[in-house]
């Protein structure tokens, strides 16, 4: 073909194929070469193992488990679908039929204490 490009070395922008060297670096265990300097002395190492022994802890606050406990429930509770519901109050309130039940509201608003005879 008089396309056909040829090459006989590989361009340096490429790796080289490692098949094709045996030049591998040897591996090096540092306890079993005498020569390798270890990275941290003994006492080192134990200042290390002290301090994330005692700081490497996290407490996780009760109520952070409770919102975890209860987004898990959440999650796995079916989806509830008030669509309809929510349609027939509007089409009720744009008619001017819905009707307002005061005993019921003023319940609710002290079940939810609105008023703040609750400590939080």
Do not use: C
């Amino acid at each position: 073909m008089a396309n056909e490009i040829k090459t006989t070395t590989q361009p340096t922008f490429f790796p080289k194929d490692p098949r094709s060297s045996n030049n591998k670096p040897e591996k090096t265990n540092p306890a079993s070469n005498p020569s390798v300097k270890p990275r941290n002395s003994k006492k080192r190492q134990s200042e290390i193992l002290e301090k994330t022994e005692n700081d490497a802890k996290v407490d996780i606050p009760n109520k952070v488990k409770d919102f975890s406990r209860i987004k898990k429930a959440v999650d796995s509770a079916p989806e509830v679908d008030n669509r309809e519901k929510v349609e027939g109050l509007k089409k009720q309130i744009a008619s001017g039929q819905y009707k307002i039940d005061y005993d019921a509201l003023t319940d609710k608003m002290m079940d939810a204490d609105i008023y703040g005879s609750k400590s939080i």
